[in-house]
């Protein structure tokens, strides 16, 4: 039996194999990667009727064509995302997120771009085809680690999917609205007494502009500059995803998921669990603001983050 | 011993050591390290997701689904380091080839150390070095001491691109750049050796903190028939 598999026939332009990330490699310099928006993630997989610790394709900005080739499958797309399908008949459909389509061989699936967000993803019944490495599926394009000889993806390539004959999904769909507050909070750094009063206190009041230097390792942000008065490095330490850095131009950057595993540059602050998703949603040009709570707060506010996650994944379910 | 320990974050605990690099401070934060591995091995703290050893701090980074800070923070300050188990420590020769065409900074290193080529190399291959850390990018060791007399700052822009195997140099630490990458060391040389190898799943890493390496020079038609 001939293999089912996507074709690509326009890459898009950041399309790579993700899931919810590596985990414990830090002390080697292998970084996190996985989702950006990991409730995305969760909710492309559920809609196909997969854990959702399967593998997705995310995208950024401008989404991949592709070509289902040898059998039949239910997808999924979830963000912010404009698609349609191209049947083999030439007829089109618009396409929706959050519910499940039918593919056939030959229909196309045109994943035109995402709107006021960043990431998408696209999710298949049975899943991807793809062998874990270091018990993660995600792409590290860094390392070359992961599905696709861990690089992005490119026109002419081919994506497999598991074979799942009998496989029969039910119509799927929810309402979801994605966030778009662009006020981030975050916890104090482990540097914050490295700036002056009058920059802790612009970076709480002023608003950040996020440029176009902004991919899967970070944002740079470009606002009220932040004079460090202590030191503008330090002895390189551990970083995480969320931690907003400052090098000695005084502009800060949000590190995010693909971001180096040490380094330097005083820590103002991090963005706490809950708001990681929607900060890294965010398009270029957008102003945000950071506003401080505690750490109690913040952790309460990942509870509220987790069960509004799984309220989603249940009503799908 | 951690002099403190903080969050960094809502998701991460930040154990501090001090603030001095040697390697007598390493060996303690390199001792917890391995420890926690173990205790997360079997499963003793449910939770841990990812630890980062450095100069002188250990991160420990935990799912936030599962567990929190002052329950890991608890863990940590009742744990019972036992230094039974020496920490195993090899030592790794790494050949360098310093032409021109690696050696990028050189010109600026002699500039700002008045000091010839030659010298700086003699003083850089004169000495074995200890591994303090790896990361950043996969498997980039962190060494250390330089002689004195061969400390300089980083280039004031960094390169956006450091070419794969580039050896470097910046205050008294010395790297391998282990994946083209952006970096801001100075660069006096290349390897051809693989310090990285992603096929050696159980142990792709060359070299581990704790390990002692030496630089010997090569030609570049050594470098470039190079065969592993």
């Given at each position: 039996m001939s293999e089912v598999y996507l074709e690509i026939l326009r890459s898009g332009i950041n399309t790579t194999a993700q899931d919810c990330g590596r985990k414990h490699l830090y002390h080697i310099g292998i970084t996190v990667s996985g989702a950006m928006d990991l409730r995305n993630h969760k909710l492309a997989n559920a809609l196909v009727a997969?854990?959702?610790?399967e593998p997705s394709i995310e995208f950024a900005y401008q989404g991949p064509l592709l070509k289902l080739k040898n059998g039949k499958i239910n997808f999924a797309i979830t963000g912010d995302v404009a698609f349609k399908i191209v049947r083999k008949n030439s007829m089109v459909e618009e396409g929706k997120c959050y519910q499940n389509y039918l593919l056939e061989s030959d229909d196309q699936l045109d994943i035109i771009s995402t709107k006021k967000s960043v990431y998408g993803y696209l999710s298949v019944s049975g899943g991807f085809k793809f062998k874990k490495t270091w018990n993660s599926f995600s792409v590290n394009t860094k390392a070359n680690?992961?599905?696709?000889?861990g690089k992005k993806y490119s026109i002419g390539e081919k994506i497999f999917i598991k074979n799942h004959e009998n496989l029969k999904i039910k119509e799927k769909k929810i309402n979801y609205t994605n966030p778009t507050n662009n006020l981030i909070r975050v916890l104090k750094g482990?540097?914050?007494?490295?700036?002056?009063n009058d920059s802790q206190n612009k970076f709480f009041k002023d608003e950040y502009l996020i440029t176009n230097l902004t991919d899967r390792m970070g944002m740079r942000l470009k606002g009220s500059i932040l004079e460090n008065?202590?030191?503008?490095?330090?002895?390189s330490e551990g970083l995480i995803k969320g931690v907003v850095q400052v090098p000695a131009d005084g502009n800060p950057i949000i590190l995010l998921n693909?971001?180096?595993?040490?380094g330097g540059y005083p820590k103002i602050g991090v963005v706490i669990s809950a708001d990681l998703d929607r900060v890294a949603q965010l398009p270029p040009g957008t102003s945000i603001k950071f506003k401080e709570v505690s750490l109690v707060e913040a952790e309460n506010l990942f509870k509220n983050y987790l069960s509004e996650t799984n309220k989603y994944l249940n009503a799908i379910n | 011993m951690i002099k403190n320990i903080s969050n960094l974050g809502d998701a991460a605990i930040y154990c501090d050591f001090g603030t001095e690099v040697n390697e007598t401070i390493n060996s303690e934060v390199i001792k917890y390290f391995n420890y926690l591995s173990d205790v997360i091995k079997e499963r003793?703290?449910?939770?841990?997701t990812n630890l980062t050893p450095s100069y002188n701090k250990l991160i420990i980074s935990f799912d936030l689904g599962i567990t929190n800070f002052s329950n890991i923070k608890k863990k940590i300050e009742n744990l019972k380091i036992e230094d039974s188990k020496k920490q195993s420590s090899k030592k790794v020769k790494i050949p360098v080839c310093c032409d021109d065409k690696y050696g990028l900074d050189f010109k600026r290193l002699s500039e700002k150390l008045s000091l010839p080529k030659e010298e700086i190399l003699k003083l850089y291959l004169d000495k074995e070095y200890f591994c303090y850390m790896t990361g950043f990018i996969a498997g980039m060791p962190f060494l250390g001491d330089l002689d004195k007399n061969i400390r300089c700052d980083r280039l004031e822009t960094p390169r956006v691109k450091v070419p794969k195997g580039s050896v470097g140099i910046t205050e008294q630490f010395a790297n391998i750049y282990t994946f083209e990458s952006p970096g801001g060391w100075n660069v006096i040389g290349s390897t051809?050796?693989?310090?990285?190898?992603?096929?050696?799943?159980?142990?792709?890493?060359?070299i581990k903190p704790g390990d002692k390496v030496i630089f010997y020079e090569i030609t570049n038609e050594e470098y470039l028939n190079w065969n592993e």
């Open positions: 997969n854990k959702t610790e680690i992961g599905p696709n000889n482990t540097n914050f007494n490295y700036f002056s008065i202590k030191s503008t490095n330090i002895k693909d971001h180096g595993t040490i | 003793k703290i449910e939770g841990i051809p050796k693989k310090i990285f190898k992603k096929e050696n799943i159980n142990d792709p890493v060359l």
